[in-house]
């Protein structure tokens, strides 16, 4: 799994179609899957998560739950009251 950030894995990007979007710091149109400048405020995303365990290329697996459903990779995990910051310490 690809975990390097690009410009849609920033709070700051808001998508126009599949391709592009405007990065609302700069006011400018920029490449969804470019690399991400260095004032990117990254969004939780699965892939991001500790608990994330990579599958397939478009799927993975949420191993802090025991049923360990399976996710999407992209997937926005705002809400998710488990979400664990891959590098953070498991409590």
Known sequence: ????????DCRNYVALDVAKGICHRAKELVLADADRCEHCVPVPKCKFCAHFVSGDEYLGACSAV?????TYPDLITVTCAKFLAAGAERA
């Open 1 to 8: 799994m690809d975990k390097v950030m690009k410009h849609m």
């Open 66 to 70: 025991s049923n360990r459903p399976m």
